[in-house]
């Protein structure tokens, strides 16, 4: 199958400073020693220096941080990578005031996505699937095809997952991918809401080749919630209004509408905690008959071939 080109995050560029009097910063800031300006510099009452530290965090790139110094009054502002030249000139018109450190490590929160949570979208509301990374390290939450057909902007809890940025609904699958660009980070786990042994979040470790082996298969969806149940069949066309959508897992296991992506997983017993081998998303199914009725059935949408079209990469836990 083709692999369409996902729209990759802008960059931003960086500017270097041209002023002479800012070489010897730049310098020290690349060797990882802390820059300060040279100059006696009259003590800020506490008030003042809380502005300062504040106005330089507000212009520093995203990930920096900046305290006071109990011990000297300086505000102390870590950056991550380069320092900007128009930063790098504000702390120089500090001088003795402001020292300016450079840091690998990016600051940001930890808001997480899984598999299984709850996500809205233009079409209504739906499940993130599997947690997948491009060759850039970008963060994807892969779901139903038919629920970003659409395209649009996608949220949690009414907070920017990112935009989808492709979809495939027809004989090749029902699968679609968001870029994770908002508050939200993806985590390599999906939510399993079980007694014991299981913990409420088990870690996928393995993308399971099909056919699968004869396990017990479970999903985690927004309505249904955690349900379990067999693989009987693989390689079926479904005949939904929306038209055939080929190349998919019949099972067993209940699902109802709003589960759409649902990840499904075997959970691996020989690892501790128990973890999962991911298999597919949820596609469709028979939500007019009961979960108890033997003929209740869910198709799900073989996550690897997801992976290959958009080439991504399986999130996967250590």
Not at 29 to 56: K, S, W
Not at 134 to 158: I, P
Not at 222 to 239: E, P, W
Not at 245 to 270: F, K
Request: proline share 8%; with cysteine; glycine share 14%.
């Amino acid at each position: 199958m083709r692999t369409p080109t996902i729209p990759g995050t802008v960059r931003r560029q960086r500017r270097v400073a041209s002023a002479a009097a800012l070489t010897l910063t730049a310098t020290l800031l690349l060797q990882g020693h802390p820059a300060q300006a040279a100059g006696p510099a009259a003590t800020l009452d506490p008030a003042a220096q809380a502005a300062l530290r504040d106005q330089l965090v507000a212009s520093a790139p995203v990930g920096s941080s900046a305290r006071v110094d109990p011990a000297t009054g300086k505000v102390v502002l870590r950056v991550p990578g380069t320092v900007p030249a128009g930063l790098a000139a504000t702390a120089s018109r500090h001088a003795g005031r402001v020292s300016v450190e450079t840091t690998p490590g990016v600051i940001g929160t930890y808001a997480g996505i899984v598999g299984g949570h709850e996500i809205d979208g233009p079409t209504g509301g739906c499940t993130a699937g599997f947690m997948a990374v491009d060759a850039d390290g970008r963060d994807y939450a892969l779901t139903a095809g038919h629920c970003t057909a659409g395209g649009g902007t996608w949220r949690r809890n009414g907070n920017l997952l990112g935009p989808a940025v492709g979809s495939v609904l027809g004989q090749q699958g029902d699968f679609g991918v968001i870029e994770l660009t908002g508050s939200y980070v993806g985590q390599p786990l999906v939510n399993s809401y079980v007694k014991p042994p299981f913990l409420s979040t088990q870690p996928v470790r393995q993308l399971a080749p099909l056919p699968a082996a004869d396990l017990p298969s479970c999903k985690m969806g927004r309505t249904s919630r955690y349900t379990c149940g067999s693989i009987l069949a693989y390689d079926v066309t479904v005949n939904t209004a929306g038209g055939p959508i080929g190349g998919l897992i019949e099972t067993n296991i209940c699902a109802r509408p709003g589960d759409s992506g649902a990840p499904m997983w075997q959970h691996i017993y020989v690892t501790n905690p128990v973890s999962a081998r991911a298999i597919g998303l949820v596609s469709s199914g028979t939500g007019n008959l009961e979960c108890s009725d033997p003929a209740n059935r869910t198709y799900f949408q073989p996550v690897g071939e997801a992976l290959d079209w958009f080439g991504l990469s399986l999130m996967l836990a250590p």
